[in-house]
Nanobody
Framework: QVQLVESGGGLVQPGGSLRLSCRVA????????VAWFHQAPGAEREEREG???????????NYKNSVEGRFTISKDSAENTVYLQMNELRPEDTGTYFC????????????????WGQGAQVAVSS
């Protein structure tokens, strides 16, 4: 059984930084792609937007133009953990961030991912 647990969310001022962690259990990151999705306040599950994804062999993809140059995805296979470093945070980055897993390759739609964490809350406000 695959389990994902996010941590690292919080309240931060605009321009600040946060690092989200996604601890994965039940499957190795050497055969798994993990993506981060953003669900804005009031949005439905179906409206989750892909942010970034990292494949089984470390290839990184950004799905959201607005995070280019600000957010960086990485992983530590020894710790079976994926990270999302978020810099220069903006109020529109507020929401719940979910990590999700699937076999090997990254695909940009929430329906392609079968295993999800419970989400980490991020609030960007002055």
């Amino acid at each position: 059984q695959v389990q994902l647990v996010e941590s690292g969310g919080g309240l931060v001022q605009p321009g600040g930084s946060l690092r989200l962690s996604c601890r994965v259990a039940g499957v190795s990151l050497t055969e798994t792609a993990v993506a981060w999705f953003h669900q804005a306040p009031g949005a439905e599950r179906e409206e989750r937007e892909g942010v970034s994804c990292i494949t089984w062999n470390g290839q990184k993809l950004n799905y959201k133009n607005s995070v280019e140059g600000r957010f960086t995805i990485s992983k530590d296979s020894a710790e079976n953990t994926v990270y999302l470093q978020m810099n220069e945070l903006r109020p529109e980055d507020t929401g719940t961030y979910f990590c999700a897993a699937r076999s090997y390759a990254c695909l940009n739609h929430y329906s392609n991912f079968g295993d999800w964490g419970q989400g980490a809350q991020v609030a960007v406000s002055s």
